[in-house]
């Protein structure tokens, strides 16, 4: 390695990444996912994917999503940071092994090809709630949920079926039983 | 009905219910239906300044001597991004601003139209927050609440941003009632079972730190007063940041002086041998640290801080402590008071090894430098300024570089509130209008800025704005013709490579002053430095002082990068004595 001349000191070592599904309470106001995700680039945190919606329109609130990954110590910071945004009401934090937390994502799947081979891309999609949409002669188009990792297979998979286009949401998550987040 | 406001009017009228007394800005076409108001609102005095820029490093001097908040003024476009400099510089530096800029009419905003920018956008990252007002009616309400953003918790900036024609649109005004001391009560959490635990660990510890910063002094002049009970009690050492300087008397012998980089060499010692270590109000900049893997390895560590992201942030901590300064030092205070009423008497045992450490460490003498009857050094002129002004409650500014550190280490502070420098965001160019925003607050008083000569030309042009308002700074130039502090590095790290680092065509800087129409003085020999500081002094104008110092001196001590604080470069002396030659230098 080339010794370094910077006056700014060496970085230290680094810890073991996790991957955190972080949830923000903000005000749908002007500008409110640019402060979020501007505090994401700004800080040099990572965003995997983002959900992001009104949840409430009578007091005007937005539940916005966040897949990240980042040392203890990135995720802390981020909950901190989050936290001091003015528009920021509350913010959770899940891991994504947590057994309790629902976490849930949507796909879309176009698939161009003979009856049969979009009959078996169906039945490949069955376990994840497909739905289908738009149905053509030539093609389908498959609503299914499911996992990230579900997701990622299942475009792999689909190849080989006739997929030509997938647009997918990022995850939104939940927790089980009747506790709600305060 | 009552009587219904213009936006701009609704501007002064809650600058008036904020206690508002001067403002910094510049005028434009998007500000000027504001400016047309000027004149009917005699509560306010406007600074007009020469650059944005200088609005706001000067209302962030006035706001850190005066503990208010300062307000700038400027227009949309140009001067919004001109403020962006002193915005970031204040959010850094956690010094409370009110940024006011006019924006385009609301139906051209997006059209890429004259003087137009995304200011919201821009300031997003250096405000602590900031509001488009696209309606009149949300005027009052947004002025109000940027005001308590700025001055709440940590404090910073945040800007408002009103279009042109939401400043000619008219409503109600309500009159706004200041709640008292929001400041701190909010922001506080911290139990008695959290002042308890540190109590404990302040009476196992046998080689304890006080380590504070910038934190304390925002905390407000009582902390300051309750943090010299805090060490008095204790008999613990202290050592301070660049920011928190003043917070403690420079000259008290518990006082290690500064730490870090070019911090002494017994506060930097002191760091990392210590077993414990109370962080008052600083935040582990990595300028304190160095190298993060190493920094004080054997210690337990207490925080005290008003923002939580700052905890765990940069160090990870064993006792974390989230609240005001004043009320953590009070109730630590008060518990002590209950608990151990002769602390310090009885601890006295236990850390008089300590202190004999440190007394060896000190021994040292780390700031020292080789002094000479030929060239004026620049510690020398720093510290016959310190002597010749000690007297006067005198305000002093820096710019960033050499100077600054110089100043740090010779010039002693005993109150708070009278250091004001760029310390985050490190802004050459700071000093100069600091000056003028903390001679506007303290009017009567001695303000001086130790300026080095390059930083200083980045923001020259307002002497003028000194001039108009007469305003008597005086800037006391290091001028050594280099960036001092980029030829020490390149002298030190880059093999003597001094790449545009000298600065071949420099200003008169007597004539210069002449020109602005203040005072120049010139001082080149150390026989004649006292004579002409007392003739600054005795000037009741603004004055420009040309120090011709010693070309080639560099700052000592230093810690060189990605090294722990027990490795510190020493001067020259020692250097000397321990035959380190410029080739082992290099090695750093």
Redesign the interface.
Known sequence: MVK???????P??QGKFDTHIIVVWVDNE??VL??VV?LFS?RGYNIESLAVAEIDPKLNISRITIVTTGTP?VI??IK??L????PVHKVADFKREDKNVIFKEMALFKLVGSKSKKEKALKACKKYNAIILDKTNKSYVIQITALRREIDSMTKNLKKFGLVSISRTGAVAMTRGSEVFK | MSKLYSGAEIVFKCLEDQDVEFIFGYPGGAVLPIYDELKNFNFLKHILVRHEQGAGHAAEGYARSSGKPGVLLVTSGPGATNAVTALTDAYMDSVPLVCISGQVPTHLIGTDAFQECDTTGITRPCTKHNWLVKDVKDLEKTIHKAFEVATTGRPGPVLVDIPKDVQFQKTNYTKFKKQKKINGKVHSHFSQKDIDELIKLMSKASKPIFYTGGGVINSGPKASELLRELVNKTGFPITSTLQGLGSYPGEDSQFLGMLGMHGSYEANNAMHDCDLMINIGARFDDRITGKLDEFSPKSKKVHIDIDPSSINKNVKVDLPIIGDVAEVITSTIKTIKKVKPDFAKSNKQKISKWWEKIQKWRSVNSFDFINSDETIKPQYAVQRLYELTKNKDTYITTEVGQHQMWAAQHYKFDKPNRWMTSGGLGTMGYGLPAAVGVQVAHPKKLVIDIAGEASVLMTMQEMSTAVQYSLPIKIFILNNEYMGMVRQWQELLHDKNYSESYTAALPDFVKLAEAYGCVGIRASTPQELDDKIIEMINTDRPVIFDCRVDKQENCFPMIPSGKPHNQMLLGPKDQRENKITGKGKTLV
């Open positions: 370094s001349k910077s006056a700014y000191s060496i230290g070592k002007a500008g640019a402060r501007g700004g110590q802390e910071q901190l940071q936290k001091k945004l003015v």
